[in-house]
């Protein structure tokens, strides 16, 4: 993204990393008329994110399900944006199946 690239446009290689639900409902009509990104929560693109992303641990919440946190900062500023990550195993493999921004 920081290039002008937009990954989600190779749907194979999205389609890898995100749930069967998530996949389907991002690739539809809804998910794709949304004005803002919702990987980041965000209808802006900071480039700081890039170089300033902190992952927290992954909980467990079943055999099934984890989720993590993930904040991404833009010094100088140090504007935050904190993401709930929510995880699904599928085929034996952690995919992405919601992210949700927290609010303080």
């Known amino acids: ?3 002008g690239k937009d990954p989600t446009k190779d749907k194979a290689v999205t ?3 995100l749930s069967v639900r ?3 409902w991002y690739y539809s009509k809804a998910g794709q ?3 803002y990104d ?3 929560n965000s209808q802006e693109w900071n480039d700081a994110w890039a170089d300033n992303i902190k992952v927290g641990d992954a909980v467990l919440i079943d055999d099934k399900n984890a989720a993590l ?3 991404l900062s833009a010094p100088p500023e140090e504007f935050v944006m904190k993401l709930l990550v929510k995880l699904v195993k599928e085929g034996g493999k952690w995919k992405i199946d919601r992210v949700n921004g927290l609010f303080e």
């Open 1 to 3: 993204m920081v290039k």
């Open 15 to 17: 389609r890898s990393h």
């Open 22 to 24: 998530f996949s389907r």
């Open 33 to 35: 008329s949304l004005d």
């Open 38 to 40: 919702v990987f980041v």
């Open 69 to 71: 946190h993930v904040m």
